[in-house]
């Protein structure tokens, strides 16, 4: 079964910092494109970060830039978004997406993922 779960969210002061976990099953992330979005109370999903197709394709909205960082590790099949300096406007239920195979387009986020996972809530106070 293919699955998305994501982890590592929760309730921080403003200025703290969370690690969110993004573990795959059914499939592997290797090289797969994979995004990191967001939706707070009365918005619109926004992507936040994306890698692509190798490591070094990153990409993060400019709200988050400096402060956020996405990774994958390959052996845990599980892509992470650190994220420091939280702020908040930050709070927002966060998700992620993937490839369900690697597509080796141009570096960037994706106008669609294939899988989604059901998110979790990241809340700070201010």
């Known amino acids: 079964q293919v699955q998305l779960v994501e982890s590592g969210g929760g309730l921080v002061q403003a200025g703290g910092s969370l690690r969110l976990s993004c573990k795959a099953s059914?499939?592997?992330?290797?090289?797969?494109?994979i995004g990191w979005f967001r939706r707070a109370p009365g918005k619109e999903r926004e992507v936040v970060a994306c890698?692509?197709?190798?490591?070094?394709?990153?990409v993060y909205t400019d709200s988050v830039w400096g402060r956020f960082t996405i990774s994958r590790d390959n052996a845990r099949n599980t892509v992470y978004l650190e994220m420091n300096d939280l702020k908040p406007e930050d709070m927002a239920v966060y998700y992620c997406?993937?490839?369900?195979?690697?597509?080796?387009?141009?570096?960037?986020?994706?106008?669609?993922?294939?899988?989604w996972g059901q998110g979790t809530q990241v809340t700070v106070s201010s």
């Open positions: 997406a993937a490839e369900a195979f690697p597509r080796f387009l141009p570096a960037g986020c994706r106008d669609h993922y294939d899988y």
């Open positions: 059914g499939f592997t992330l290797d090289n797969n494109a």
């Open positions: 890698i692509g197709n190798s490591d070094d394709s990153s």
